[in-house]
T-cell receptor
Framework: DGGITQSPKYLFRKEGQNVTLSCEQNLNHDAMYWYRQDPGQGLRLIYYSQIVNDFQKGDIAEGYSVSREKKESFPLTVTSAQKNPTAFYLC????????????FGPGTRLTVT | AQTVTQSQPEMSVQEAETVTLSCTYD???????LFWYKQPPSRQMILVIRQEAYKQQNATENRFSVNFQKAAKSFSLKISDSQLGDAAMYFCAYRRTYKYIFGTGTRLKVLA
């Protein structure tokens, strides 16, 4: 089955530690995205990538980093510089252009204490 | 910059009744796409319906339909014969090329 996987579903970290969230897709999509979801704020774009080895900052990129070494994978690192890292993180993919929706993974709930 | 506004944080509907969720957007572009996504308690985002801006005909998917008013920049979602499984957060989204912009969502409660 084609789709997007995110692991783990729940992640706990101590303040000051970096943590990497995994996102893998087998839909052969060129574009991949990371969103952060907080109550009452909808989805906010962190980073996106249209092609391998290229990525762009979204609206709230500070304190986050990404890599895109393979078409299928787009991991997100939440660094210790992110002031409020506790949130629900969604990964998505889509074709680059044309009439198509984004496909979403199941999400990762990150809790930092 | 484009924006998407959902002015109803929460809505309630009686089972089997009809409900309409509102969405307005702001853009200077003429070619774009609009979507409604559903996010149930599992938090998996599910596409409900989509609309191409150049099409005047409103999209329909079974019990879900939209009222697309391009000049007014309005894109409302109508759910007919509401079911308990329709209870979820609903997000309106705008797409122009590679970028998607989401509204803040409307929580729909379905009353038995």
């Amino acid at each position: 089955d084609g789709g997007i996987t995110q692991s783990p579903k729940y992640l706990f970290r101590k303040e000051g530690q970096n943590v990497t969230l995994s996102c893998e897709q087998n839909l052969n999509h060129d574009a991949m995205y990371w969103y952060r979801q907080d109550p009452g704020q909808g989805l906010r774009l962190i980073y996106y990538s249209q092609i391998v080895n290229d990525f762009q900052k979204g609206d709230i990129a500070e304190g986050y980093s990404v890599s895109r070494e393979k078409k299928e994978s787009f991991p997100l690192t939440v660094t210790s510089a992110q002031k409020n890292p506790t949130a629900f993180y969604l990964c998505a993919s889509s074709i680059v252009a044309g009439f198509d929706e984004q496909y979403f993974g199941p999400g990762t709930r990150l809790t930092v204490t | 910059a484009q924006t998407v506004t959902q002015s109803q944080p929460e809505m309630s509907v009686q089972e089997a009744e009809t409900v309409t969720l509102s969405c307005t957007y702001d853009t200077s572009e003429s070619d774009y796409y609009l979507f409604w996504y559903k996010q149930p308690p599992s938090r998996q985002m599910i596409l409900v319906i989509r609309q191409e801006a150049y099409k005047q005909q409103n999209a329909t998917e079974n019990r879900f339909s939209v009222n697309f008013q391009k000049a007014a920049k309005s894109f409302s979602l109508k759910i007919s014969d509401s079911q308990l499984g329709d209870a979820a957060m609903y997000f309106c989204a705008y797409r122009r090329t590679y970028k998607y912009i989401f509204g803040t969502g409307t929580r729909l409660k379905v009353l038995a």
